[in-house]
């Protein structure tokens, strides 16, 4: 009977898991960049049998370890090289980060703990919206987490401590396999942290430290020993460059303002985001040192991405586990002591939820008056306005169902002082609901103005035996989808000999309008097929050989 109560909870989580995270996973193709990214380098393991070097176009490709697109790997020889295969390693990073979450949270408090931080995290926009992605973050987070509590068990645990050391350091391994060197500096310069608050008193040994770093060499350190045996030594060199430029400089495409993260996560991780402003503050009982760790977890990404130039939104996705965790521990408070609400923190949340509401509000009359919004001239970029030509259709009850979403929300809220527990289950409930139908309503009709004519023509030209590249933009889509084949011509791999040199079969190119006058000015040899959406679409045939 005992053991039926401790489990059943987790069979209750892996069952919702696998509802909310794996239905419709295939529903829309995958998004340039990095979605697509590590799909075509999963499917050019496949193709090569070639396992141990990641590859972009068939060259090595140096900017990520393998171990997310191994993950990959596997499920596309369960389900095929498809969407549904490329993002499931992530619905299962969904379900088994839910029951990590109230293991600790359980461990921490008790089980109603556990329950509101696995609602905080499943109830927020950004964590839940990546578990149904293809990116590699999931799983670099859940790593770095659990080698951090893992650790944190190690040094207030006096129970086979041994093993929780190697576990943390196995798990902290792992994420350097995902991601790279990142992993190790964030909990370094977490233990730092740690150590500067403890002022430098923790219970270990050089025993210990020696047994922790011999496990991460062998974890952490595996893919890159084999790569300097293989004689690879390049692959590193360029890796490491990789990693010191994406801190030092903005990569292209990837700036913004200073305060970047802060917004990304006040907004993205709504509603948590506004409950874990009291939970930040409160002082209370501090189980196996979790608080302290969450909180120097939390500020140590922050602040190291907002100073990192190049600003990705999933860089600071590290901060969903203990923004979270303080939502929690403020609810936790809330609904156990009777607290009210301040009516600063629900005039707050009503407003993030009529943003919300609102958005998928108005998304609809763009289409309806886009021929306005074109002739007004608002819009300078020709490839933005490319995009809005996109014949989309939408039902014409978005609108209705952000306004349920918020009277929803509103009458939750309205609650909140009166029952508590209830009240804010029923808000993270509609919250999720919310998310669910929002990314099957608005992922297929974002993609249709954006990416869908490109991906098109890529799966047409597929079934030609045809070199299909892309001009003035960076793209992995059309090396995906226009399931493009190792070339045994290593000039094939150069634009310049695709529109110069003598190829051998027809060339497919791929640029956005605001180049298009340039493009076809230049290179005279270049056959208009059809421009569609933002995209131009162009031909060089065997004829045209020099």
């Known amino acids: 009977m005992y053991r039926h109560r401790i489990l059943y909870p987790y069979g209750l989580i892996i069952f ?16 340039d960049w990095d979605e ?34 191994w993950m990959q790997v596997l499920s596309m020889k ?51 919206f990546y578990f149904k992605s293809g990116i590699i973050d999931p799983w670099f987070n859940l790593f770095i987490f659990t080698a951090i509590v893992s650790f944190s068990l190690y040094l207030y645990d006096d129970s086979y401590r041994l093993k929780k050391l190697g576990l943390s350091a196995l798990l902290l391994g792992l994420a350097i396999l995902t991601k790279g060197p990142v992993a190790l500096l964030i909990f370094i310069l977490s233990f730092a942290l740690y150590l500067i608050y403890k002022k430098f008193k923790i219970n270990t040994g050089i025993r210990d430290i020696l047994f922790f770093t011999a496990i991460l060499i062998l974890s952490g350190g595996m893919w890159f020993i084999l790569q300097i045996l293989t004689g690879n030594y390049q692959v590193l060199q360029d890796f490491i460059n990789y990693q010191v430029r994406l801190f030092s400089t903005e990569d292209a495409g990837h700036g913004g303002f200073f305060l970047y993260h802060f917004v990304m996560l006040f907004v993205g991780v709504f509603p948590s985001s506004v409950f874990a402003i009291s939970g930040f503050i409160q002082k209370e009982k501090d ?23 190049t600003k990705i939104v999933h860089y600071s996705s590290l901060c969903y586990f203990p923004l979270t965790f303080f939502a929690a521990v403020f609810l936790y408070k809330l609904t156990s002591e009777n607290h009210r609400l301040i009516s600063a923190y629900r005039i707050i949340l009503l407003c993030l939820a009529a943003l919300y509401g609102a958005l998928l509000a108005v998304l609809p009359l763009i289409e309806r008056y886009k021929v306005i919004i074109l002739d007004s001239g608002w819009i300078k970029d ?10 989309v259709e939408w039902t014409g009850y978005e609108p209705a169902f952000g306004l349920i979403f918020f009277l929803v929300f509103w009458y939750f809220l309205r609650q909140v002082n009166k029952h508590l527990l209830k009240p804010i289950v029923g808000l993270f409930i509609s919250s999720i609901l919310f998310i669910f139908f929002s990314i099957l309503i608005i992922t297929p009709r974002i993609e249709a103005y ?57 060339a497919y190119f791929v640029f956005k309008i605001n180049r298009k006058e340039r493009y076809l000015r230049e290179y005279p040899q270049l056959e208009l097929l059809y421009e569609k959406n933002g995209f131009v679409f162009t031909k060089r045939t065997e004829s045209d050989k020099l």
């Open 450 to 506: 954006s990416q869908l004519a490109a991906i098109e023509f890529y799966k047409t030209a597929s079934e030609e035996d045809a070199y299909i590249t892309t001009m003035g933009f960076k793209s992995y889509a059309h090396l995906y989808y226009g399931k493009v084949k190792p070339s045994e011509n290593p000039d094939s791999k150069q634009l310049e000999w695709l529109l110069n040199g003598p190829v051998d079969k027809p």
């Open 382 to 391: 020709p490839f933005a306005m490319g995009n809005l030509q996109a014949e």
């Open 78 to 128: 369960l389900f095929g090289i498809n969407e549904f295969a490329a993002r499931f390693p992530n619905a299962l990073c969904g379900v088994i980060s839910l029951m990590v979450i109230f293991f600790v949270g359980r461990r921490f408090r008790d089980d109603r703990f556990g329950w509101l931080w696995v609602l905080a995290y499943t109830g927020s926009v950004l964590p839940f």
């Open 36 to 69: 697509i990214n590590f799909a075509e380098s999963a499917r050019e393991m496949i193709i090569t049998n070639n396992y141990l070097d990641v590859q972009i176009n068939y060259q090595r490709f140096w900017e990520k370890p393998p171990l997310f697109i």
């Open 16 to 31: 919702f898991g696998i509802i909310l995270f794996i239905p419709f996973l295939g529903g829309v193709h995958l998004f």
């Open 287 to 309: 189980n196996f040192g979790l608080r302290l760790w969450m909180f120097i977890l939390f500020w140590t990404v922050l602040i190291l991405f907002t100073v990192v130039r």
